[in-house]
C-alpha cells in the first residue's frame, strides 16, 4: 500500500488547511484510515482517525476545529483543519492499517 499526501503549506493563525491523502497498490478493503502528526522535538501522534464505516476519533487538542472524513470509492482520507494554531505546526501522516506515507508540513505562523 502506498500513501500520497497533499496539501500542507504555510498558513496564518486562524487559517484553514484541507490535508488529503490516496491509498494506492494491493488495496482490497482498507478499514481504519487517519492522521498523525510530529511537531519538531515531540513525539508522534494520532490526530485523528476514521473507520471504513465513519466512525471517528479525535485528539482532544483538535477536537472542534479538525474534521476527518474519507471516500472509500476513491480510497482518500481528507484531514480539513480550521482555526489553525501555531502549536499545530507539525510534519502530518497519513496512515491506513498500519502503512505510512510520506508527510507533509503545516507551518502555522504569522
Known amino acids: 500500500v502506498q500513501l500520497q499526501a497533499f496539501g500542507g503549506g504555510l498558513v496564518q493563525p486562524g487559517g484553514s488547511l484541507r490535508l488529503s491523502c490516496i491509498a494506492s497498490g494491493s488495496i482490497f478493503s482498507i478499514n481504519d484510515m487517519g492522521w498523525n502528526r510530529q511537531a519538531p522535538g515531540e513525539q508522534r501522534e494520532l490526530v485523528a482517525g476514521i473507520t471504513s464505516g465513519g466512525s471517528t476519533y479525535y485528539a482532544d487538542a483538535v477536537k472542534g476545529r479538525f474534521t476527518i472524513s474519507r471516500d472509500n470509492a476513491k480510497n482518500t482520507v481528507y484531514l480539513q483543519m480550521n482555526n489553525l494554531k501555531p502549536e499545530d505546526t507539525a510534519v502530518y501522516y497519513c496512515?491506513?492499517?498500519?502503512?505510512w506515507g510520506q508527510g507533509t508540513l503545516v507551518t502555522v505562523s504569522s
Open positions: 496512515v491506513a492499517d498500519g502503512h
